[in-house]
């Protein structure tokens, strides 16, 4: 069986969508301090050393797309805080794996500088990207990409 021709498959595909929305620098700090507790503007800015109207502007999208809420945590004076969504937790996985990759391939002499403790067994995590049928090890060697339902083919129909 011939591989399908997925030439054109930039034309709306996902990962192209979604870096659309996370794609930058600045979002992806934001989204990996979230991830480690942080919420508050302030510290944020203080963290990331991010211009403040940068880091509002990338703020403000995160919660127009969906991946951060704007909680009220003080009315006077008016603060807010930041908390990751559901959608935005979904997001985890995706800076994990830019974080273990730049553990390896751009290497602290000294070691990584953070590491994961995995609360049930206590132990350092080594994450990996595992079938969820059978629970094998992913890598790009042994995938294929495949036409999805969400896939159109450019070519019209006669």
């Known amino acids: 069986m011939a591989a399908a021709d997925l030439s054109h498959r930039f034309a709306g595909?996902?990962?192209?969508?979604?870096?659309?929305?996370?794609?930058?620098?600045?979002?992806?700090?934001?989204?990996?301090?979230a991830f480690f507790g942080v919420q508050?503007?302030?510290?944020?800015?203080?963290?990331?050393n991010i211009p403040r109207p940068t880091l509002s502007s990338r703020l403000r999208m995160l919660v127009d797309v969906g991946l951060l809420d704007r909680v009220p945590y003080s009315r006077e004076p008016e603060r807010h805080e930041y908390?990751?969504?559901?959608?935005?937790r979904d997001l985890?996985?995706?800076?994990?794996?830019?974080?273990?990759?730049?553990?390896?391939?751009?290497?602290?002499?000294d070691g990584p500088p953070i590491?994961?403790?995995?609360?049930?067994?206590?132990?350092h995590v080594d994450p990996r990207l595992m079938c969820a049928h059978c629970g094998e090890l992913i890598t790009a060697r042994n995938v294929t990409p495949e036409a999805g339902p969400g896939f159109r083919d450019r070519v019209a129909s006669p």
Request: charged share 20%.
């Open 40 to 48: 508050r503007f302030g510290q944020l800015a203080r963290n990331l």
């Open 83 to 88: 908390r990751l969504t559901s959608s935005g």
């Open 13 to 33: 595909e996902s990962v192209g969508r979604a870096l659309e929305l996370v794609g930058e620098r600045w979002t992806l700090l934001i989204l990996r301090e």
């Open 115 to 123: 590491v994961l403790r995995h609360h049930p067994c206590g132990q």
């Open 92 to 109: 985890f996985a995706a800076i994990v794996v830019l974080m273990r990759w730049g553990d390896q391939h751009l290497p602290n002499p």
